[in-house]
């Protein structure tokens, strides 16, 4: 089945030590977002990837950074993991950029900074 | 700017009974409105969503939402709950017309959906 995939699960970080967490699709969509969603909260945009075409959230601090090398692949990397950083990561994407494009989302990484 | 208002953390709905989950929204323009659902360990799923038209939205699994402009409500709705229906519910809004290709998605904090056997 088509679908998107994030790995890993889980992901343990140490203080201050990058990280970097994976997106794969193969639904051949144009859009790739990357959504932090902490206990009891919304998910929260950091960015999105529209083809080659990067779009950061004004609000998303300098220590979040994205990489998309092609249509299928798109990654997240936190140069210097806080405490406050610990999260759920979610990857999601889109056909189209339109108001009423519907998201598909992946399992998420849930990521522990210790 | 955009908002969505879940007011219930909690819904806790005996099988066989409706359910309604609630959600406000607040926007400029028009709003086009979503619900997703989260089950343990997966990722958000589609549900539903209502851009223009019947104010009768019908989606998967038997769940559907009636958009009401006057009261800025979306509220998701089922006639008869089953215990599978158990997870987290996310209302979402996107603000149209915005800047065109930057129509951001708005999440609502979440209800949780608990289906009591």
């Known amino acids: 089945d088509a679908m998107v995939i994030q790995n890993p699960r889980y992901q343990v970080t140490q203080f201050g030590k990058p990280v970097t967490l994976s997106c794969s699709q193969t639904l051949n969509h144009n859009v790739m977002y990357w959504y932090q969603q902490k206990s009891s909260q919304a998910p929260k945009l950091l960015f999105h990837y529209y083809d080659k075409d990067f779009n950061n959230e004004a609000d998303t601090p300098d220590n979040f950074q994205s990489r998309r090398p092609n249509t299928s692949f798109c990654f997240l990397d936190i140069r210097s993991p806080g405490l406050g950083d610990a999260a759920m990561y979610l990857c999601?994407?889109?056909?189209?950029?339109?108001?009423?494009?519907?998201?598909?989302f992946g399992s998420g990484t849930q990521l522990s900074v210790l | 700017a955009q908002s969505v208002a879940q007011p219930e953390d909690q819904v806790n709905v005996a099988e066989g009974n409706p359910l309604t989950v609630k959600c406000t929204y607040s926007v400029s323009g028009n709003p086009y409105l979503f619900w997703y659902v989260q089950y343990p360990n997966r990722g958000l799923q589609f549900l539903l969503k209502y851009i223009t038209g019947d104010n009768l939205v019908k989606g998967s699994y038997g769940f559907e939402a009636e958009f009401n402009k006057s009261q800025t409500s979306f509220h998701l709705k089922k006639p008869s709950a089953l215990v599978s229906d158990s997870a987290l519910y996310f209302c979402a809004v996107r603000d149209f017309p915005s800047n065109f290709g930057n129509e951001k998605l708005t999440f609502g904090t979440g209800t949780r959906l608990t289906i009591i056997p």
């Open positions: 999601a994407t889109s056909r189209l950029e339109g108001a009423g494009e519907k998201l598909f």
